[in-house]
C-alpha cells in the first residue's frame, strides 16, 4: 500500500525551529528522490500551489530553493524509510502545510503537517 505520513509540524516564534518527519512506504522510498513540499495557507483547492522547499537523492544530494537554502536541512535513513526536514530561523513566509513526496511522480498525498510562525 502506498503511504506518507508526515508528522512534528507546530506552532513557533519567528526564529526558532521545527523537524518534520515523514515515514514512506518502502515501495515509494526505495532508492527514490524525497522531497517535502509546502502548501500555503488560502490555497484555493487541494494540491494547488504545492512548492517543493528541498529534495534528496537516493544517494543523499540535497537541493533547495533560495528562499529556504542555509535555513532548512533534509536528510534521510533509508533503514527506516523516512525522510526529514529541520528548519531553522523559521519565518511567517514559512507558514504552511507540509507534505513529503516523491517529485515528478507525485503519490497520494499524506495529510501533511501543519507548521505555523508566528512574528
Known amino acids: 500500500q502506498v503511504q506518507l505520513v508526515e508528522s512534528g509540524g507546530g506552532l513557533v516564534q519567528a526564529g526558532g525551529s521545527l523537524r518534520l518527519s515523514c515515514v514512506a512506504s518502502?515501495?515509494?522510498?526505495?532508492?527514490?528522490?524525497m522531497g517535502w513540499y509546502r502548501q500555503p495557507p488560502g490555497a484555493q483547492r487541494p494540491g494547488a500551489q504545492r512548492e517543493l522547499v528541498a529534495a534528496i537523492t537516493g544517494e543523499g544530494s540535497t537541493s533547495y530553493p533560495d528562499a529556504v537554502k542555509g535555513r532548512f536541512t533534509i536528510s534521510r535513513d533509508n533503514a527506516k524509510n523516512m525522510v526529514y526536514l529541520q528548519m531553522n530561523d523559521l519565518r511567517p513566509e514559512d507558514t504552511g502545510v507540509y507534505y513529503c513526496?516523491?517529485?515528478?511522480?507525485?503519490?497520494?498525498w499524506g495529510q501533511g503537517t501543519q507548521v505555523t510562525v508566528s512574528s
Open positions: 518502502r515501495s515509494i522510498f526505495s532508492g527514490k528522490t
Open positions: 513526496n516523491v517529485p515528478g511522480i507525485l503519490y497520494k
